[in-house]
């Protein structure tokens, strides 16, 4: 069984405050974009989990998402049997995407249909908060606006066709550090999430990318000014708008037009800036099996 694990992107990242277990509480609009990694997952009779990757510094036990989502299944059904899953890695890694919490969420979805265990998405999505809180999302995709620790999904219309540029620089950003340095107080400037929100529903894409915004900017792009760079590229080269995706470094652009986003993909990619720079679309929900 062949699963795709897509990407996400935040339209919208506000912090509200922070709850007295230390987790935040954040509103944010969610957005599946076509990147993705791929997950492979086989039956065997051998009892236990052999989890490979395709890039040597991911690790194949517990440490990784998936090996947990297998087990989080495997141990609650008592099930006897083996998987044996290869994860071929495409999303960046420790880029604000939630590669490993869409990886997850497949692992959760290949599981489910390669036992019969008959769990509904909503009765995966709960399991997958035990993960993590991207991963109930990653299991439902589309667009969404997330509240509470993120576990608090609503659909919302899809975004309007665009093309998205994705640039990421060669670094990577620890969440950690990001949340434990935000300074939240009367200077915070929060995007406007209800902003966006009203714009999806009038399906008015200028809208939305007007109202664009990230609270963590604030911390990652001191600490790391290429992802400020990133934007102002994309921007001067045609982008509605370009902003961080989650806790960065990614940087996103969106654009209305596909040769205008080639040739700003060509700039960025001349530039260096971005040691990893991609076009894509966004994923909508609906799509056909090949997209499960």
Known sequence: MKLKAFAKINLGLDV?????????????????????????????????????????????????????????????????????????KFIPVAAGMAGGSSDAAAALVGVNRLF???????????RGLRLGADVPYCVMRGTALAEGIGEKLTRLPALPSCYILIGKPGISVSTKYVYTNLKLDARTEHPDIDGIIEALENQDLGGVTGKMGNVLESVTIPRYPVIEKIKDLMKAE???????????????????????????????????????????????????????
């Open 116 to 126: 019969d265990l008959g769990l509904s998405r909503k009765e995966l999505m709960e």
């Open 238 to 292: 045609g982008a509605l708008n370009a902003l961080m995706s989650g806790s960065g470094p990614t940087v996103f652009g969106i654009f209305d037009d596909r040769k205008t986003a080639e040739r700003a993909q060509q700039k960025l990619r001349d530039s260096r800036l971005a040691r990893q720079v991609f076009l894509t679309e966004a994923f909508h929900n609906g799509g056909t099996e090949d997209d499960q």
């Open 16 to 88: 509200i405050g922070r709850r007295e277990d230390g987790y935040h509480q954040v509103r944010m609009i969610m957005q599946t974009i076509r990147m993705f990694d791929q997950l492979e997952i086989e039956k065997s009779s051998t009892p236990g989990i052999r989890l490979s990757v395709n890039l040597p510094y991911v690790p194949t036990d517990s440490g990784n998402l998936v090996y947990r989502a297998a087990s989080l299944l495997m141990e609650e059904f008592s099930i006897q049997e083996g998987v044996d899953i290869r994860l071929n």
